[in-house]
């Protein structure tokens, strides 16, 4: 099958990167597959297992996807693109109206929230990755999301961690930030490590003990969960959106309470980090990933639709940040 993945960014993801990260494992697990994959990305995209070309926003869709391609895999909405079968992966939340529909949603809460059943867990392609360490010393807690952003809660995580003992590593932000107006964090029981690339984040996936994750919005679905519970990490979330999902008991704690995260916290090595591991490479690797988008890429090839009709949020006017209890 020829198999073209669209995006509006560039790839490989260096640092930060989601969907980048999410694109390039699934085109590269189906090319070891034997499937033709092209990718019509950002300019200064490179790839070495697929042909790249450069998307162009200002240009008809119809226009830029070449005649040999079978199904095309856009992982944002699309208008007025009939020329091949495709389907769009919904990333993000969003507040917006109908949506496409062979519209894929990342976890069951994801889709539910838009009126769907269609979903597709991310995978992790662990060739990207450190092999766990499972008999070194963990003497940390981590944070890893864009620190940036408040829904993201790092300040809940700093308090979670200092008022547990513990020390954190702040993943995806830095002391001094800017860009939500002037923020100083002057607690130096934290570290900040900035934007990290993979071999960086397991360099400290490795030595921590737990994920912090105590998100005020309902998480779509959450790539640092996976990657902290493949190097044996448990998490300690807020039970919103996909995590529920992704984190049962025997892998997590979860609560909108920040003291019982505190108090659980304090018991983080009731946990067994092999089964942390063994959990995530079951249930989120990149072959799983595949297989389930290849059922969908049948559906539309054989002119099926995904959905009954158009995904659209249904409660739109939900709070900007979800409870957080002391």
Known sequence: MNILFVNDTKIPATTY???????????????RQRHTITYLVGAGSTCPFAKVLVYDAAKDMNQQVPDDIDVVHFQFQVQGFTKKP??????????RGEMDLNSVFVSANHAARNG???YVYNGLDIA?????????????????????????????????????GNK????????????????????????????????????????????????LWNEP?????????YFGCPVFGTPYGS???????????????KSVLIEGLKHVDSFNNQLCHEYAVDNFNIAKM?????????????????????PMLLEPNQPKYLPWNA
């Open 116 to 118: 769907s059943t269609t």
């Open 243 to 257: 995590l529920p999902e992704l984190v049962p008991a025997e892998v997590g704690l979860l609560s909108n309470s």
């Open 128 to 164: 990207d990755y450190r092999k766990p360490n499972f008999n070194q010393k963990r003497g940390y807690t981590h944070f890893l999301a864009k620190a940036a952003w408040r829904v993201k809660n790092v300040q809940g995580a700093i308090d979670i961690a200092t008022k547990s």
């Open 17 to 31: 990167g989601g969907t980048e990260r999410v694109i390039w494992w699934l085109g590269r697990e189906l090319a």
């Open 290 to 310: 595949a297989a389930e988008y290849l059922k969908l890429y049948e559906i539309v090839l054989n002119g099926g639709k995904l959905n009954a009709v158009k």
């Open 86 to 95: 495709y389907l769009c992966t919904v990333h993000n939340n969003s507040g």
């Open 168 to 215: 954190l590593v702040v993943m995806g932000g830095t002391r001094l930030n800017l860009k939500m107006g002037l923020r100083f964090t002057p607690n130096l029981n934290v570290r900040f490590k900035g934007m990290v690339n993979n071999d960086q984040k397991s360099e400290v996936l490795n030595g921590s003990k737990a994920l912090l994750f105590p998100v």
């Open 221 to 229: 679905f959450g790539v640092a969960i996976t990657e902290s519970l």
